[in-house]
């Protein structure tokens, strides 16, 4: 009965315990917010979560102790998911943190307008000016490279 006991002492002994998520890629925790979107971007990335990179890519992140807040743009928020988030948090700094994502303003800042030469002639002049066409290079952030006139 004993030497039962004995037993069921190692073999309870012997069994080992789930080992502890720990981080794969580099040991030190992310400090800054974009610290974090790049970590983040990364991660996803090699462990094949494109969809979810590509929204952390276009979000801004705000990090905190406990928390990632994502401020992402609408077009983005389905392949946010706060699993694969997690999932790749986990594997930067070894536990899971609480996720929220917010729809917002996207994170990307806008592109700077190019500054245009001045109009070649009086036709590209008149185009330039309408509003149309101001309203439509807003927009798109076009450029106009040639204006032709029609009635020539």
Not at 18 to 35: E, F, G, I, M, R
Not at 89 to 107: D, E, F, M, T, Y
């Amino acid at each position: 009965m004993a030497s039962l006991r004995r037993m069921a002492n190692l073999h309870s002994q012997a069994k080992p315990s789930a080992p502890p998520v720990q981080p794969t890629t580099n040991s030190q925790q992310p400090t800054t917010d974009l610290d974090w979107k790049e970590r983040l971007h990364s991660t996803l990335m090699e462990i094949g979560m494109q969809f979810t990179a590509d929204g952390v890519e276009h979000s801004a992140v705000a990090a905190s102790a406990n928390e990632l807040q994502f401020t992402t743009p609408e077009e983005f928020l389905l392949s946010m998911n706060a699993d694969d988030l997690n999932q790749a948090v986990r594997r930067i700094v070894g536990r899971p943190l609480k996720i929220k994502i917010i729809s917002g303003q996207s994170a990307a800042p806008a592109a700077p307008a190019k500054a245009q030469k001045a109009p070649e002639n009086e036709t590209s002049a008149r185009a330039l000016a309408n509003p149309e066409v101001q309203k439509f290079q807003e927009v798109f952030g076009g450029q106009i490279r040639t204006v032709r006139n029609l009635k020539e």
